[in-house]
């Protein structure tokens, strides 16, 4: 298993001035001339996970079991449009899942008609996938290559083609888009 899992969070609100609420309540102040892009990165992290979890424990063990995985960074924070915000993080071992229920359902309780979409992928392509949240409901979908049926993608130095990348980035998509009509599937019989 590789260590490194990349994560990519959008979260979409219902207006600028709820992503302007988020924003605030995570550190993100862009306009602030006065702090580096990392210090800002390092801060929103650390405002986040403080505000998420007030009596967390700097230990391997609360990190698995509350955020789940062995430690995480923010590799960054930004507003991608007026109501919504990207948080791309770096996590060990495992997608963050806990962290996206959690983050979830903080965003499902102060805020209406909020979503949130990630896509993930560990650095050995052990595993790709993507989760969904909107206001009623969630799921994650994990994908695990089999990596004896991709030996067409490989070169004749072994490695890797531009080829594998691509499919797996078209499978990542194809699981963030049945994630995405599972849960509007499922608020479409409400």
Same mark, same amino acid.
């Given at each position: ?92 071992? @495992? /997608?963050? &899942?806990?962290?996206? $229920? =959690?983050?979830? +359902? ?9 979503? #949130? ?28 290559? @089999? /990596?004896? &049926?991709?030996?067409? $993608? =490989?070169?004749? +130095? ?9 499919? #797996? ?22």
């Amino acid at each position: 298993m590789a260590n490194h899992i990349y994560s990519y969070f959008e979260i979409t609100f219902k207006s600028e001035e709820d992503c302007n609420n988020f924003a605030e309540w995570i550190g993100l102040d862009p306009k602030n001339e006065n702090i580096t892009w990392g210090e800002r990165i390092e801060a929103c992290c650390n405002i986040m996970m403080d505000n998420l979890y007030p009596d967390n424990e700097d230990t391997r063990q609360w990190w698995l079991d509350n955020v789940g995985a062995k430690w995480m960074y923010f590799d960054d924070i930004d507003r991608s449009t007026d109501s919504s915000i990207i948080i791309n993080m770096t996590s060990a071992w @495992d /997608f963050p &899942e806990a962290l996206f $229920y =959690k983050l979830s +359902d903080y965003l499902r309780n102060q805020y209406e008609d909020v979503a #949130m979409t990630v896509t993930f992928d560990d650095e050995g392509y052990n595993f790709i996938g993507a989760a969904a949240s909107n206001q009623q409901f969630r799921d994650v979908d994990y994908f695990h290559p @089999d /990596f004896d &049926e991709l030996d067409e $993608y =490989k070169d004749e +130095d072994d490695c890797w083609t531009e080829e594998f990348y691509e499919e #797996m980035s078209n499978i990542k998509d194809e699981l963030l888009q049945d994630v995405l009509a599972f849960i509007q599937q499922d608020l479409e019989k409400e």
